[in-house]
């Protein structure tokens, strides 16, 4: 059985997705879930991009101790040098060391020629070398390079220590059987490939990035690059689990291979990434979509509850979905509580649990049955609030068929109540202007969707929208059992994301 080595960029190439962007303690959160989940390499992000990157990495970093951890870094000393600082306390560390070596970026982006390029490449995979005992390096657009370029340059790398060569395809414009043969083409004509581990970067502008993400482990690929639920620039990334689950449940295709994720953790992962960063997740999205193990027609109802298999090819318990629970009320202690919460993955401190039980408290008290995404969404909504600026204390509106909505909201900043009123075209609308007049930004909605998080007329709603400020579009999210209620911390969330 081999290994395939899954190197996780959701913090990299996810977070580089617009209105994707994630706080430092997001990422760390997101990070001790990919490290339980079971990924071999988490990218952490790109240390040179900003101050705020190079702390995030770093806090991962020092805290993550199964998974190897890597910063990114262009071919430049800087970079090299900040991404190597950043991963330096990491128990495995790794340099992503890039280049692009097409005809049209080397001709559009460097105006430099193939030979000044090769280089370049080697001089930093040199640098980075002795900086870092773990180099991977990128040939960007590798799927339109010139192949004896191509070639020339992975030999050279791997002679200066490059120990991963990432088959990039930049811009999702190959299909299967191409990326197959240029794998093979790779380990053909590249004499020291041997002595390299063969990795694909796909991104799904055709929608094949997970189909040629698998063509490329069987032409002979070793590693995968991928993110949860796909997120990624453009149209995104290879989606981790569409890759790892197809590799098991494809056992006859796959047989000589495994990856080391407990696929059980998949789907709480991905409500987190999902709620990060505020992208919300298709219904229809393979593995992990609400739909993707829903059954509608009545035939197929009917055979899969005489057996399953029929029309069901993975079991929904693999990939952590045991169906809604119900599971506290209104009497449940905080130990059952606890225990709840550990059960889906979060780590908390006590004083964190203490905080959970309280909202938990005043959401019973609002709702007989407290089932596990109620939970999840309570969570995640006080992760979002410790860190907010501006504090949601009261808001009220009304409306009806005759009356000009009207909105009145009660925000604390900076230990100071703020009280503002305001009309509008509909509630939401309202209780936006009268944000915006304490705040004094002005929001453009882009976006906004309302969904149950659970069924019942007593469900909690929850609100995610995407807003542009300033020409920064940004995402948030909420949750309450009142709508309105729920699209204003949506708001807050936004707003308390542009002011950090
Ligand atoms: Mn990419």
Redesign the pocket.
């Given at each position: 059985m081999e290994k395939i080595i899954i190197f996780d960029t959701t913090l990299r190439?996810g977070e580089q997705a617009p209105g994707a962007a994630m706080s430092s303690s997001q990422k760390l959160e997101i990070a001790f879930q990919l490290e339980k989940l079971g990924v071999d390499v988490i990218e952490a992000g790109f240390p040179i991009a900003s101050p705020d990157d190079f702390k995030a990495v770093e806090m991962v970093a020092r805290s993550i101790k199964k998974s190897s951890v890597c910063g990114l870094a262009r071919c430049i000393k800087a970079d090299i040098e900040a991404a190597a600082k950043s991963v330096k306390k990491a128990k495995s560390p790794r340099l992503h060391v890039f280049l692009a070596t097409s005809k049209i970026h080397m001709r559009y982006k460097f105006r430099k020629v193939e030979d000044e390029i090769l280089d370049l490449a080697v001089k930093s995979t040199r640098l980075a070398r002795r900086l870092c005992p773990e180099i991977e390096f990128s040939p960007e657009d590798a799927t339109r390079t010139e192949r004896d370029f191509l070639y020339r340059i992975i030999e050279s790398v791997i002679n200066e220590g490059a120990s991963t060569i990432n088959i990039?395809d930049?811009v999702g414009y190959s299909y299967p059987q191409e990326v197959h043969s240029l794998i093979t083409d790779i380990m053909d004509n590249v004499p020291n490939i041997n002595r390299a581990v063969i990795s694909i970067?796909c991104?799904d502008d055709l929608g094949m990035a997970t189909a040629n993400s698998l063509s490329a482990v069987l032409a002979g690929a070793r590693q995968v690059h991928c993110t949860i639920n796909g997120i990624?620039?453009r149209a995104g990334?290879a989606s981790l689990e569409e890759v790892v689950m197809s590799i098991k449940t494809r056992r006859d295709v796959f047989k000589d291979f495994s990856t080391g994720i407990n696929t059980k953790n998949i789907f709480n992962i991905s409500r987190l990434v999902s709620s990060f960063t505020g992208f919300v997740v298709p219904p229809n999205k393979a593995v992990v979509g609400k739909n993707a193990f829903r059954h509608e027609s009545g035939i197929h109802q009917d055979a899969i509850l005489k057996k399953r298999i029929t029309y069901e090819i993975m079991d929904p318990k693999d990939v952590g979905l045991g169906g809604t629970r119900l599971v506290l009320g209104k009497h449940s202690g905080r130990h059952a509580l606890d225990r709840r919460l550990k059960g889906l993955g979060f780590r908390l401190t006590q004083s964190r649990v203490n905080e959970v039980f309280r909202s938990f408290k005043k959401l019973a008290d609002k709702k007989k049955e407290v089932f596990d995404d109620d939970l999840i969404a309570l969570v995640e909504d006080q992760t979002r609030e410790k860190k907010m600026a501006y504090q949601l204390l009261s808001v009220k509106v009304t409306t009806g068929t005759d009356t000009v909505p009207q909105a009145a909201v009660k925000i604390k900043y900076k230990k100071k109540t703020f009280e503002a009123k305001s009309t509008g075209d509909g509630p939401v609308d309202a209780c936006y202007k009268a944000v915006d007049k304490i705040t004094s930004l002005s929001g453009r909605l882009l976006d906004y969707r309302i969904e149950a998080v659970t069924s019942g007329k007593d469900a909690m709603g929850e609100a995610s929208i995407k807003v542009s400020i300033k020409n920064k579009v940004i995402s948030g999210r909420g949750s309450s059992t009142d709508i309105i209620e729920a699209s204003v911390l949506a708001y807050l969330n936004a707003v308390n994301k542009y002011a950090l």
């Open positions: 190439d990039p930049t970067h991104h990624g620039e990334n």
